[in-house]
Each structure stands twice: as structure tokens, then as C-alpha cells.
């Protein structure tokens, strides 16, 4: 029952060109980075990476994404990564982009052995309808759009067929994990990581604090150690690596000035 790895390495082996990942973090918050460098420390590549966004530039996937290894993303968000949005406009990489909402769902489900739902949301769009660009040819012509989805009405209203995600690893952060894999997430990190948890056949954890069996309120735990197959507890310094997206600063209030005076 101890899944506790000696390092990093030791937590992602097995992790192999051509494999599919399901990474949890929003932003760049509940990011599992330490365990993201030691899959690009392997050399592996043409990765099919499920998360909600690929990381920024230079931090997060956008590691893995800058050095080519990664093949195909199913994501919700571009956004903030300038060399995903080129990769992705230039042709080099296959981009399905999913309703966030949606995309949480289809993890949720591959998780629980779900094997497509339907959902509302879409429905007379291109996400329904096809034609979205998931691959752009060298030309800037899109090369191979995605498909037409089933659709369906249940009282009265149009659903869309929805598939489940299921992935052969799962890269996580947790705040807090035990040696069985019971996890803890804290605030936005607990947006997509216990999906991704929940949605990959082989699930790698970093804990920012690892404690013995027993020590984590059973009512408390976000998912179950049954999902978690591997434990990386983390050092200090890794856990205090957080970045920023985006700091935001105030204007420093005047200085209070005596009565009757002017200052410039």
C-alpha cells in the first residue's frame, strides 16, 4: 500500500513516446511541475496531452511544448502560451479545443467509466457541427477539421454526444497526500486536478506534504487513494516554487501632507 517514489524520476518511468496524459492545473496554479520536468528529463516525445491549458512559455507544458514533445492537446485554453499559439497556427501540432466545462466532465467521466454523456452545451456551433481547425497545414488552410458529432433532443431541447477522456497517466498536485495516495487539493488547484486524477490509468502524485495513513480527515479527502498509483512528496523548495500569471499591483496611496501646505 506505500506508494511513495524516492524521486522523480523513479515516479514518471514507464512514461513512453506516443503516450497520452491528463495533467491537472489551472493556470498555473496546482501545476504538477516537478513531476512535467522529469517526463521532459526522459526525452520522450509526440505526447497526446489532456489539460486545460498547455502551460506559459517556459513554465508548466509549455516546457514539454518548447522542446517538441508534445504531439496533440485536448485543451480549453490557449491563451497566455505564445509558442502554443504558433505551434498550433503553424501546423505543428494537432489542438482540439473543448468547452471548459465540457472538458471537466469528460474527464469526470472516463474516470467513473462513463463512456460519453450528452450536454447542451455546443449545440449549433462547430463544436456540434465540425469544422473546427485541429490541425492547420503549412499553407494556413485547415488541414484537418474535426468531425460532426451525434446530436440528440431530450425534452425538447438539442444535446450533444460527448465522449469520456480516459489516459494512460495522470500527473497531479496535491497540497497534502498519504502514503496509500489519498489526496487533498487546495482552491483553484482543485479545478481539473482530481479529474485528471480520476481519468488516468496510471496516476502520479507530488504532495506538498506527505503524512502517514490515517492523519487525513476521511471527510476531506478530494480523491481516494483507489485512483492514485504513485506518491512523489515533495521538498521545500520545490513546494514554494509557485509562479505568478499575472501581478497586480496598486498605486501607492499620497503621503499625507500637514494642513495648509502644498506638496509637489
Not at 139 to 154: L, N, Q, T
Request: negative net charge; charged residues 20%.
Amino acid at each position: 500500500m506505500d506508494k511513495v517514489e524516492r524521486s522523480a524520476a523513479d515516479a514518471v518511468a514507464g512514461i513512453a513516446d506516443h503516450a497520452s496524459l491528463a495533467v491537472g492545473g489551472f493556470g498555473l496554479s496546482g501545476v504538477p511541475n516537478v513531476l512535467i520536468e522529469a517526463v521532459h528529463a526522459r526525452g520522450v516525445r509526440a505526447l497526446s496531452v489532456v489539460s486545460n491549458n498547455c502551460g506559459v512559455d517556459g513554465g508548466g507544458l509549455g516546457v514539454l511544448l518548447a522542446a517538441g514533445r508534445i504531439a496533440r492537446v485536448t485543451g480549453s485554453y490557449i491563451g497566455e502560451n505564445k509558442e502554443f499559439a504558433r505551434q498550433y497556427l503553424g501546423g505543428e501540432i494537432e489542438v482540439e479545443l473543448v468547452p471548459q466545462g465540457t472538458l471537466a466532465e469528460r474527464l469526470r467521466a472516463g474516470g467513473c467509466g462513463i463512456p460519453a454523456f450528452y450536454t447542451p452545451a455546443g449545440v449549433g456551433t462547430q463544436v456540434a457541427d465540425g469544422g473546427l481547425p485541429w490541425r492547420y497545414g503549412p499553407d494556413g488552410a485547415v488541414a484537418v477539421p474535426s468531425p460532426a458529432k451525434e446530436i440528440r433532443s431530450f425534452d425538447g431541447r438539442d444535446h450533444v454526444l460527448e465522449r469520456g477522456i480516459t489516459t494512460d497517466f495522470a500527473l497531479v498536485r496535491a497540497a497534502r497526500g498519504d502514503r496509500h495516495g489519498n489526496l487533498v487539493f487546495r482552491r483553484a488547484a482543485r479545478n481539473f486536478n482530481p479529474l485528471a486524477a480520476m481519468a488516468g490509468r496510471m496516476t502520479i502524485a507530488e504532495v506538498e506534504e506527505l503524512v502517514e495513513p490515517g492523519e487525513l480527515d476521511p471527510d476531506a479527502i478530494h480523491v481516494p487513494g483507489v485512483f492514485v498509483q504513485r506518491v512523489l512528496p515533495l521538498t521545500p523548495e520545490q513546494t514554494a516554487a509557485k509562479g505568478i500569471e499575472h501581478r497586480t499591483v496598486s498605486a501607492p496611496a499620497p503621503a499625507p501632507t500637514p494642513q495648509g501646505t502644498v506638496r509637489a
